[in-house]
């Protein structure tokens, strides 16, 4: 069986730490130029080092369409122009709103949160193959559209945490459908406010409530149900309480390594 496009990432990260400006790098603590190389660097055969499963595995997308009522009833996977790669087109909706791939945590997330925790750095590669493994929990699917996107602006706002990324988006189905046009208001007070002014608010007003997206979206495993609502789970807590505290505060608490393994 050949490998997926994520063990072929693998094999190139391990043989990327294997050489000499990889130790170079590690020696200057040049993190930065180290993420640079990964995401645009070659080996020696030419290979690419890292090559994007949201983008370019037709497998991985095939698999998330077969495993969701709610993609094989409205999208089609279909190929980028000039093969730059996969995404869903919306097959529906009269207003054409299409959907890409994106890992719950991304590989360069996962390398802050090793340096943030003295974790070393080619252990990064143990937690990428936990996430990447096909499994739905470990993707999320957003739309796609010119930035910011809800993927873009997850990475900047929160680092990639999905709960606190599904915590704002539930803050946003909080507010009455009758207010979520002045952004001056509500909207204004969300860390993700700048993606909710983007075609992205169309597509999430095409579920009821937060309830309809969680079960459409199969994000059920990051939640918890009370009272018949679906509270977001806290990653940072070994219990994994719901997130109760008030938003200004919720974006400070980093993120706990040991959590990624539980």
């Known amino acids: 069986m050949s490998k997926k496009l994520y063990e072929k ?7 990327f730490f294997k050489t000499i400006e990889y130790k170079e790098l590690k020696n200057k603590n040049d993190i930065e130029g180290i993420k640079n190389k990964i995401n645009k660097g070659f080996l020696k055969n030419g290979e690419k080092i890292y090559n994007d499963p949201d983008t370019w595995d037709k497998e991985l997308y095939d698999y998330i369409k077969e495993h ?9 996977c279909k190929e980028r122009k000039e093969k730059r790669g996969y995404y869903f087109e919306d097959k529906n909706k009269k207003e054409k709103i299409n ?9 360069k997330a996962i390398i802050d949160v090793c340096v943030k925790n003295s974790i ?8 990428y193959e936990i996430i990447r493994k096909y499994e739905y929990s470990g993707h999320l699917v957003w739309p796609i559209h010119n930035l910011p ?33 002045d952004i001056e208001d509500e909207i204004n007070k969300l860390k993700l406010r700048n993606v909710y002014l983007t075609p992205s ?14 079960e459409n979206m199969k994000l059920e495993c990051w939640c918890k149900k009370i009272n018949n609502n679906y509270e977001v789970k806290d990653l940072s807590t ?13 974006v400070k608490k980093r993120f706990n390594y040991n959590r990624i393994h539980q």
């Open 68 to 76: 969701s009522t709610y993609i094989s009833e409205h999208y089609e």
């Open 99 to 107: 959907l890409s791939l994106d890992c719950v945590m991304g590989w």
């Open 238 to 250: 070994k219990e994994k309480k719901p997130i109760k505290r008030k938003f200004r505060k919720y």
């Open 9 to 15: 990432n693998i094999d190139n990260f391990n043989n």
């Open 149 to 181: 996107t809800i993927n873009s602006e997850r990475y900047q706002q929160f680092r990639d945490r999905v709960d606190y990324t599904l915590y704002d988006i539930k803050k946003f189905y909080d507010i009455p459908t009758n207010l979520r046009k």
């Open 120 to 127: 070393p750095l080619e252990e990064f590669v143990k937690v």
């Open 201 to 214: 608010y169309t597509w999430l007003n095409t579920f009821e409530d937060f309830n309809d997206f969680i």
